[in-house]
């Protein structure tokens, strides 16, 4: 869905959904986190904050970082510290702030400070997920540290709804040698076509599912 001498390319969720769980994978983010991950990294896209090109960049740093698990360093009443190990939001952020809405009990917030990780700035999504599961949670960003509050206030937005809806319906910007890198980690996880392959239902084309069903 490139846009031919631009540069800005249009991702659609499905584009960023499939690529981005094989480039994640590619990194060597295991499956299942990074399938998780790429929700953040739809969610930043969608509100304009540069998630797909802060992969990109860092992409070495991630790879590293996969071997990495995160660490209990402090448990204290109501606020625990988790060392990350220098993994990034996308793969930390979810055990953080799942800890702290297990941790969380009626009338007494609960607090995770999750230290050493990267792309804090990514960390805004986490509230989001929390209005899903229907649970008062806030983020605190500072360097290389995410606060996360549970049973606190998080009003709704209808910015964020506006956002979302015009995301699905037209697509994330990215920029193009951004997008170019994604689409092709997330290309290295599919298999080769061959009529064989093709018979035995084994390959995967570059086709969304509703191109696909055009084609049928």
Known sequence: ???????????SEWEVRVHGSGALRVMGVPFGVAESAVRVLWWNQAMQVPAIEWLMANEEAVRLATAS?????????????VDAGGQPILTAGFA???????????????????????????ANYFPALGRQREIDSAVRI????VTFS????????TEEAAFLEDAFRRGVEVESTA????????????????????SQGSSITDLSPQHAMEQR
């Open 1 to 11: 869905m490139s846009e031919p001498d631009c540069k800005i390319t249009r991702l």
């Open 69 to 81: 698990t995160l660490r209990l360093v402090d448990n204290a009443d109501q606020s625990i510290t």
């Open 96 to 122: 953080a702030f799942d800890v702290a809405c297990a941790e969380a009990r009626t009338g007494l917030p609960s607090t995770v400070h999750l230290v050493n990780t990267t792309g804090a700035e990514l």
């Open 142 to 145: 500072e360097p290389a540290t």
């Open 150 to 157: 549970v049973g606190g206030g998080s009003a709704s937005s």
């Open 179 to 198: 997008a170019a890198k994604f689409l092709d980690r997330g290309h290295q996880l599919w298999v080769p076509t061959s009529e064989r392959s093709r």
